[in-house]
T-cell receptor, first 115, second 111 residues
Framework: DTGVSQNPRHKITKRGQNVTFRCDPISEHNRLYWYRQTLGQGPEFLTYFQNEAQLEKSRLLSDRFSAERPKGSFSTLEIQRTEQGDSAMYLC?????????????FGNGTRLTVT | SQQGEEDPQALSIQEGENATMNCSYKTSINNLQWYRQNSGRGLVHLILIRSNEREKHSGRLRVTLDTSKKSSSLLITASRAADTASYFCATAYGSWGKLQFGAGTQVVVTP
């Protein structure tokens, strides 16, 4: 169990630029989640995948956000035309089971700063 | 809006003391989970309690769940400086067990 890996750890970008984050889940986990966390708040759900299928997206995920999980392995989260309000920690998590009793394993996140 | 709300928002105690934090939620749940987050890091799962359970223990952790009051508590006994972190409750609900987090309790344990 090598854990959930996220890259990059930090990203500073100018408003209007596109950014892409990568998440490598624990290899045998079939569920993958993206959350966003701002300072002093808990993680907010963005989207989740069951294998390669994206099964739910939050209303927080505007048209500028897109997530993929090709072949049910790693996942990418892209933000187009970044805005200052996108500045946050983006957390990826994975879980083994298709039931809700399987805890989430989180990566250490990608901290995005939009200037 | 977030499903769970923790209380207190912040807690400062000395080593050896117990720390208690509470979580309230709004809708019916499949289970309730507690996570810990150290500064600048991801969340780490601590304990899960199912909706048909009332109390659960894991090491120095004790979790209770009262579904009639839609509330849970996390007790950390004999706290250590290494317990300094933010603690979040998360409720799993719905057909696939969507997990929603509260705003957290920031715990500081001083030696």
């Amino acid at each position: 169990d090598t854990g959930v890996s996220q890259n990059p750890r930090h990203k500073i970008t100018k408003r209007g630029q596109n950014v892409t984050f990568r998440c490598d889940p624990i290899s045998e986990h079939n569920r993958l989640y993206w959350y966003r966390q701002t300072l002093g708040q808990g993680p907010e759900f963005l989207t989740y995948f069951q294998n390669e299928a994206q099964l739910e997206k939050s209303r927080l995920l505007s048209d500028r956000f897109s997530a993929e999980r090709p072949k049910g392995s790693f996942s990418t989260l892209e933000i187009q035309r970044t805005e200052q309000g996108d500045s946050a920690m983006y957390l990826c998590a994975s879980s083994r089971s298709t039931t809700s009793d399987s805890p989430l394993h989180f990566g250490n996140g990608t901290r995005l700063t939009v200037t | 809006s977030q499903q769970g709300e923790e209380d207190p928002q912040a807690l400062s105690i000395q080593e050896g003391e117990n720390a208690t934090m509470n979580c309230s939620y709004k809708t019916s749940i499949n289970n309730l989970q507690w996570y810990r987050q150290n500064s600048g890091r991801g969340l780490v799962h601590l304990i899960l309690i199912r909706s048909n359970e009332r109390e659960k223990h894991s090491g120095r952790l004790r979790v209770t769940l009262d579904t009639s009051k839609k509330s849970s508590s996390l007790l950390i006994t004999a706290s250590r400086a290494a317990d300094t972190a933010s603690y979040f409750c998360a409720t799993a609900y719905g057909s696939w067990g969507k997990l929603q987090f509260g705003a957290g309790t920031q715990v500081v344990v001083t030696p």
